[in-house]
């Protein structure tokens, strides 16, 4: 079993940056990778982000070069800087782990991220 608890999220205006947290706990050991996801309203859930546990990093056309995705592997936490944020990047934003074995997923609670014009 692994648990995953997110926290950074806020109201912040357009131009503005939060770092979101993903504390991870539990059997991390079979995880091979972490990924940021968000649900905007009224929208899809969509993939963000993702760092493979060898240090492998993607992202979504619509956050390159604006989100960073990082690890503190002593932490056992992965972070989402956000930065030159956007109204349309309000969401709630979740954080997910897949097993590298059974592939099965695990996810946090979610954070809420308000982008305000």
């Known amino acids: 079993q692994v648990q995953l608890v997110e926290s950074g999220g806020g109201l912040v205006q357009a131009g503005g940056s939060l770092r979101l947290s993903c504390a991870l706990s539990g059997i991390i050991g079979s995880i091979s990778q972490i990924n940021w996801h968000r649900q905007g309203p009224g929208k899809q859930r969509e993939l963000v982000a993702t760092?493979?546990?060898?240090?492998?990093?993607g992202y979504a056309d619509s956050v390159k070069g604006r989100f960073t995705i990082s690890r503190d592997n002593a932490k056992n936490t992965v972070y989402l800087q956000m930065s030159n944020l956007k109204p349309e990047d309000t969401a709630v934003y979740y954080c997910r782990a897949q097993a590298r074995v059974t592939l099965r997923e695990y996810w946090g609670q979610g954070t809420q991220v308000t982008v305000s014009s």
């Open positions: 760092i493979t546990t060898g240090g492998s990093t």
